[in-house]
């Protein structure tokens, strides 16, 4: 659900709801608690573009997000990144990764140039997800002014020939300074089922 939008060459802002539970076309293949607390274990997640208020039947947690403007992007990297990067839902992407993350205090009390300078000059995020395109898709979304109790999430599509390659991007991230920060993170890994396709409500991707 599109809950802002700006006309000409900005953004559109949306929100979703990830549903952990028994019901939904992603299965869960793996779930690994990196830092922090686990979340419930569950065996599918529902993807829903709406802001839901409460868990649904057969739902053991829900995290939201709205996806922003890039805060530590140059334009020129942002239209990099928009002239390589793929859209969600390719037929051959029937893999995918949630990954939730929580940064810690110290990483907010930071300024927005020092944020800058930890995340992309020194630690090389955007640089590094660029090798990774277009054979990984992917969403951010923004969760720390909803009040979730995670800061990020971070929704990746890619194909089963592609899942090597998204585990040497994410090692290479988890290696980077920026990644000192993150107090909390749950790796979450799905397969898609078309099967279940028709049993579920036609918001979920």
């Given amino acids: 659900m599109a809950i802002a939008a700006r006309t000409g060459n900005s953004w559109m802002k949306r929100v979703a ?3 952990g539970g028994d019901t939904g076309i992603w299965r869960i293949t793996n779930t690994k608690t990196v830092a922090g607390p686990p979340l ?3 065996d599918r997640i529902a993807v829903i573009e709406d802001n839901l208020a409460a868990l649904p039947t057969g739902g053991k947690w829900l995290i939201r997000g709205v996806t922003s403007n890039e805060r530590y992007t140059t334009r020129k990297e942002h239209e990099t990144v928009l002239s390589r990067q793929p859209a969600l839902g390719r037929p051959e992407a029937t893999r995918a990764a949630l990954i939730p993350v929580t940064k ?11 944020r800058r300078a930890i995340f992309e000059t020194r630690s090389g995020h955007i640089r590094v997800g660029l090798k990774y395109l277009p054979a990984i898709a992917r969403r951010l979304y923004h969760c720390r002014d909803l009040g979730e109790p995670f800061d990020f999430l971070t929704w990746f599509e890619y194909a089963p020939a592609n899942v090597d390659v998204f ?3 994410v090692g290479i991230l988890r290696q980077s300074e920026e990644w000192r920060y993150v107090e909390r993170e749950i790796d979450i890994r799905l397969a898609r089922e078309i099967s279940w396709a028709g049993r579920d409500s036609d918001r979920q991707r």
């Fill in 40 to 42: 419930k274990k569950v």
């Fill in 167 to 169: 585990e040497e991007l």
């Fill in 104 to 114: 810690s205090e110290s990483w907010w009390q930071l300024s927005q140039s020092e």
């Fill in 17 to 19: 709801t990830f549903v």
